[in-house]
């Protein structure tokens, strides 16, 4: 409401009101269920999303559900890259076979409070002492059980062409000040290995500054005349 006031933009509450507010584009990043709801009425009311809640798009019905209406509607959705890079050279890489990916994921217990699967599996993450592999699987999984954590993995996933390829571990590691993201890809293009140490945002702990830049650049880029692929 604030930043309303201050920047005279217009304010709502309900996400289906945007088109009408003339938006050109919707930036969601209100969680999985929100983007499940919202992505494909707001693309056939004429509007672009970007869609930060990618875990929505590891369901493979929704994602063809998305695609055709982006397609008949001429319309697009936009994916960040979020806390990880080189989504740029995995997508060409995928022009090749790829045979291993790889996320790791390391952030502070507290970063991963809320997260589904530490209630299923009853782990209070208070009582973590010291750094301990939580899960290890296929990214599908991952994001089930760590909603608002694991969206790289579905990012990487989409630039490989099949989120299915990849595999998920998370550490919860005590004291860590970063949210580290380390990636490995094998393919007919070779190797690619990549460490990212990401900032945490002081405003949300379970989110890092890089996220909400990549959000940022995804709106820059839409506009820009030259498009850095
Ligand atoms: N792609 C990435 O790398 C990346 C990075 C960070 C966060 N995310 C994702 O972005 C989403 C938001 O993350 P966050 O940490 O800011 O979450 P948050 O819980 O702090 O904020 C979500 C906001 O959305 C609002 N909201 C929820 N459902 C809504 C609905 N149906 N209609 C309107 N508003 C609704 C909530 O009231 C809240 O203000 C999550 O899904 C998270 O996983 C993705």
Redesign the pocket.
């Known amino acids: 409401m604030e930043l309303a006031r201050a920047t005279g933009a217009s304010l709502t ?3 289906l009101d945007l088109p009408e507010l003339r938006a050109n584009v919707v930036l ?8 499940k ?2 992505v494909i009425p707001l693309l056939e009311a004429d509007v672009d999303v970007v869609v ?4 929505a798009l590891v369901d493979a019905a929704f994602r063809r559900r998305v695609t055709e209406t982006a397609r008949r509607v001429r319309r697009r959705v936009y ?6 890079a080189a989504l740029d050279g995995i997508r060409a890489a995928a022009l090749g076979s790829i045979t291993q990916v790889t996320l790791t994921s390391r952030k502070a217990p507290e970063s991963l409070r809320g997260a589904p699967f530490l209630q299923e599996h009853q782990i209070d993450i208070d009582a973590i002492r010291r750094s301990t592999v939580l899960f290890e699987g296929p990214a599908a999984e991952a994001i089930r059980g760590f ?3 694991v ?2 993995a579905v ?1 990487v996933g989409l630039a490989v062409g099949d989120p299915g390829q990849v595999r998920v571990r998370v550490i919860a590691e005590p004291g860590l000040k970063e949210v580290v993201q380390e990636l490995e890809v094998r393919g007919d293009f070779g190797e690619l290995r990549l460490t990212m140490r990401n900032q945490r945002s002081r405003e ?1 702990p ?3 500054v890089m ?1 909400a830049f ?1 959000a940022l650049a995804v709106l820059r880029r839409i506009v820009s005349p030259i498009q850095i692929a």
């Open positions: 509450k309900d996400p969601e990043a209100a969680g999985v269920d929100a983007a709801e919202y930060m809640s990618v875990g994916v960040p890259s979020g806390g990880i909603p608002a954590n969206n790289v990012a949300n379970r989110t890092s996220s990549s």
